[in-house]
């Protein structure tokens, strides 16, 4: 079998789904429930084959209520069961404010300790393929604002099983955001990279470290999800003229690893910070000041590459121009040279 | 091709009675070429129409040709990928299982 696990590979949705599917067979507290995940196995494939294996009571389809549904998934983790709650995108999460950021994230705390809330939220994020502004959105700034919440973002299928062992087995809420363009569905065909060997035996990745996914010394490039990919791209054209572009992948925003981040500038000088996120208040100005905060004297140059502040557009050729593409990431790189 | 009797066609075994399309599209491999595979184990994905399933290898063996690439158009019973079965469970032709 050894064979077999280094050699098979899995699409992001499937690595997903392999480690969901082991810890609902090791422990029966662990269920699943949100909007189309039971019959159609989630709209982004994020739970293919869970309710055919599991049944109804412990894969559910839900009444369109976010609020109900979310705060029922608290109250369940708080008396001592293992969620996961899906939001199909994450642009709906303002029908189900309150619960995300007001009891989900602060029980814990509201309580004196005398409650933890163990679930998992996850959530399709993220655009490229013309959705509009209400379907097209990361909010990863928005989530990792907030105290009392672990936010991890995987970047591949390797990434996508290790994150979701961990956050299920993690005794706080944990906010698990997965890139649609990722998943490796067929109507919505992934970049080359998401796919990769992915052991069939259970493994977790710590959250708060980020994963260097190429070493370079003049410039680095920090990024997450979807982007992971795009930096990788233009670090490799950037390669062929002579610039070297070290590609840090977050994986976590709560807790952030920003050890690792300023390890990197202190070799390389230079700070790239790519997110298709909004620019203002978010997660590129959030990295800078914490490089900044720990080693100014080590920046010479900073770019931030994320969505300009505006509403992401429905036209295709208008939202290729606001989402960061490899070449914007090249062209932030060659402003550090 | 496909008068090596000693290989394994993979092929979509049973095509979807809700389509009407006699074509369909490769999503995703999950193994390589060369790899060592198990019966009955997921090879790739295909869509036809909107259907997506798992196309199942077909023998225990080695993978030893992909004919359709991600992405790839193919009809109905085309031969997706070869599997050359391991030996053990090809003894009647032993002899031509390198091949």
């Keep these: 079998m050894a064979a077999e696990a280094s050699t098979r590979e899995l699409t992001m949705s499937r690595a997903m789904v392999s480690a969901i599917a082991h810890e609902m067979r090791e422990n029966s507290e662990v269920f699943y429930m949100g909007e189309d995940v039971a019959d159609y196995g989630g709209i982004f494939d994020s739970t293919e084959g869970l309710r055919e294996e599991f049944g109804y009571d412990r894969v559910m389809d839900v009444p369109i209520s976010e609020t109900a549904y979310l705060g029922a998934a608290v109250g369940a983790a708080q008396v001592g069961m293992r969620p996961i709650a899906e939001l199909m995108f994450v642009d709906f999460f303002g029908v189900a404010m309150d619960q995300i950021y007001n009891q989900m994230a602060k029980n814990t705390y509201m309580s004196g300790g005398n409650v933890s809330v163990p679930m998992v939220l996850t959530a399709a994020v993220g655009g490229t393929y013309n959705d509009a502004a209400q379907h097209s959105q990361t909010l990863y700034g928005t989530f990792a604002h907030i105290p009392g919440l672990k936010v991890v973002v995987p970047s591949t299928a390797y990434e996508a099983k290790g994150l979701m062992h961990n956050a299920i087995r993690d005794d706080d809420p944990v906010l698990y955001m997965f890139h649609k363009r990722l998943m490796g569905i067929g109507w919505m065909p992934a970049p080359e990279g998401p796919k990769t060997p992915v052991p069939e035996t259970d493994y977790t990745i710590p959250f708060g470290r980020a994963d260097v996914k190429r070493e370079g010394d003049d410039v680095t490039i920090v990024t997450l999800g979807l982007h992971v990919h795009r930096a990788l791209e233009a670090a490799a054209s950037l390669a062929e003229e002579d610039v070297s572009a070290e590609v840090v992948d977050l994986r976590s925003l709560v807790p952030l690893d920003t050890d690792t981040i300023v390890e990197s500038v202190e070799k390389t000088g230079n700070l790239v910070v790519v997110d298709e996120d909004y620019r203002s208040f978010g997660v590129t100005g959030e990295i800078v000041a914490s490089v900044a905060d720990e080693a100014l004297g080590a920046l010479q140059n900073v770019e931030r590459v994320a969505i300009p502040d505006v509403p992401i557009p429905y036209s295709r050729p208008l939202e290729n121009e606001v989402i960061p593409s490899t070449e914007d990431i090249v062209t932030a790189v060659k402003r550090t040279q | ?99």
């Design chain 2, 1 to 99: 091709m496909s008068e090596h009797t000693d290989r394994v066609a993979v092929t979509v075994a049973e095509w979807p009675d809700d389509v009407e399309s006699d074509e369909g599209v490769v999503v995703n491999w999950f193994v390589g070429e060369d790899a060592d595979v198990e019966e009955s184990e997921s090879l790739c994905e295909v869509q036809i129409e909107k259907v997506s399933l798992d196309v199942y290898a077909p023998a225990t063996g080695t993978l030893t040709e992909i004919l359709c690439a991600e992405d790839a158009e193919f009809e109905r019973g085309e031969t997706l990928a070869w599997i050359s079965p391991a030996e053990d469970e090809a003894a009647q032709s032993s002899e031509q299982n390198d091949e």
